[in-house]
C-alpha cells in the first residue's frame, strides 16, 4: 500500500493506494502556528481509522510546497514505517518531458498535477486548473511534454486581501451569491470576489486556448473547484483526486 501525501500551503491531502485504487483520503488543515506533535498526531488519526496495520504501508510519496512541513512529514515516514518517503521534485522519473527554463522551479505539486494528467488524459493536450491557495494553470502537450503554464491567486487568497487590506470590510463566508448585485456589504464582496475569479480564470483559458488553437482539454481540481468551475463551460470535467494519483504514479515510476 502506498500513502500519498500532498502538502498545500491551506490543506494537506491524504490518500492510501491499493494496487492503483485510491482506498482512502482524508484533508488535513494547515496551521503554521502548530508544532509537529499536532501534525503527527493527526497523521496517526488518519493512519488508526484506515481498517489495516501500518505494516501494510510499503510506500510513502510526499508533493509539498511548505518546506517545514515536509520535514515534519519525512520524520513522520521514518518513525511510522521505518523508511524515508519519495520526495516529489523535477529529478525523479515522471513520464513526461518538461520544457521549462527552470525545472526545480515547478512545484510539487504542479508535477504531480502534470504527472496525473498525462494518467488520465494521455495523448491528449490538457489545461489543468487547480484551485487552491494559488489557482494554477498547467499545460501538457500530446506528446507528454509539460510546456509551462499560469500562477494567480486564489479564491480564498483574495478575500483574505480584501478583508486585511481595509479597515472596515469583515471577513465572508466564500459561496456563491445569489446575485451579481450586493444588498449588503457582505453580498457585495461575496459577488466581488466570486464573480472576479471567474472572470479571471475565463479570461486565462481564453488566451492559452487561443494561444494553442483551441485544441486543449481543460480539467480542474482543488478544494475550490467544485464551487467555481461550475460557472466555467470551458472547464469540461473535475478531477478532485488529481494530484493524489499523480503521486501514485510517481511513486510506481520511482520504486526502488
Known sequence: MLLAIDIGNSNINLGIFEEGKLKKKENLPVNLKWGKEQYLSLLDKFLASAVFEKANITSVVIASVVPSLTDIFREA???????????????????????????????????????????????????????????????LDEKKGYIGGVIAPGIGMVEQALCEKTALLPQIELVKPASILGRNTEESMQAGVYYGMVGLVETILEKLIKTFQGKLMVIATGGWAYLVASQISRIKKIEPDLTLYGLWKINELNKR
Not at 504527472?115 to 494559488?134: C, Y
Open 77 to 139: 515516514s521514518s518513525a511510522n514505517f521505518g523508511f524515508d518517503p519519495t520526495i516529489v521534485n523535477s529529478d525523479l522519473v515522471l513520464g513526461i518531458r518538461i520544457n521549462f527554463d527552470n525545472p526545480e522551479e515547478i512545484g510539487a505539486d504542479r508535477l504531480a498535477n502534470a504527472v496525473g494528467v498525462n494518467h488520465f488524459f494521455p495523448h491528449q493536450s490538457v489545461i489543468a486548473v487547480d484551485f487552491g491557495t494559488a489557482i494554477t494553470f498547467d499545460v
